[in-house]
């Protein structure tokens, strides 16, 4: 039988990309899935669609998940319409490149805010609900940049690297609740954040191409659907960063 048939999921940052490739990841393993977004809302309910062709349930969301009393909305309409959230996948970001000396204090507010401080209101927001039913995934996507510098400014960088502190703290905490919290690190996922936001190649990838969001997707169903891994980064970069 398949565990995850009938849970209730939330991806942040669902509307395209990684994100929704995601969601639909989970919903072909039987998972409903909340989708959350931002500003793209037409792209929200492509994702919907997609979920609910599957043949299961699906809810877009429009939420900033950098501000706490937003977070606490959606999460209680996810919980009037769909239920209780058991599956949270923080994948909401934005990327930031700029010149070292030529970063405004609130663009690495907006960064942090954006890419880690979101992570702990949402999981903070899902975690009675989770801890009432005695079973939990949560997983964070993070980034090589984490591992490696990137490509890209500081704010980023410092964000996603967070994530992994942040992935730990909450590994150990809730560890003999039966709520496992990991994360993914992928590395150049052909994704328009990458191809025309910071304009990247495949050439510091040594397998030769960028990754898929499926790539991806498949390792965080992996992490939902394992019991016993916890408080892990699995990586997903195409050689360019071994651990």
């Not at 994948?91 to 204090?105: Q, R």
């Amino acid at each position: 039988m398949n565990q995850l048939c009938g849970k209730i999921a939330l991806v942040t940052g669902a509307s395209r990309g990684i994100g929704r490739a995601i969601a639909v990841a989970l919903a072909k393993e039987g998972v409903d899935v909340a989708v959350n977004y931002f500003s793209k809302a037409d792209e929200a309910k492509k994702t919907c669609v997609a979920i609910t062709d599957l043949g299961r349930k699906s809810l877009a969301v429009r939420a900033d998940v950098s501000l706490s009393a937003e977070v606490a909305q959606m999460v209680k309409s996810i919980e009037r319409k769909l239920g209780t959230i058991q599956i949270l996948v923080n994948n909401a970001g934005i990327v930031y490149s700029a010149s070292l000396d030529k970063i405004p204090e609130e663009d690495w507010d907006r960064v942090i805010d954006v890419n880690l401080k979101s992570a702990f209101l949402v999981t903070q927001a899902v975690l009675p609900g989770m801890r009432n039913d005695h079973w939990g995934r949560i997983v964070n996507i993070s980034s090589v940049a984490a591992q490696t510098g990137g490509i890209t400014a500081p704010p980023y960088v410092a964000s996603k690297a967070g994530l992994w502190g942040l992935t730990h703290s909450y590994a150990t905490l809730l560890v003999k609740e039966g709520i496992t919290v990991n994360t993914v690190a992928p590395a150049l996922i052909e994704t328009d954040m990458i191809t025309k936001g910071l304009k990247a190649t495949s050439a510091h990838i040594p397998v030769g191409r960028f990754g898929t969001v499926e790539e991806v997707a498949d390792v965080v169903v992996m992490l939902v659907r394992n019991g016993y891994m916890t408080g892990q980064t699995v990586s997903v970069n195409g050689g360019w960063y071994f651990t």
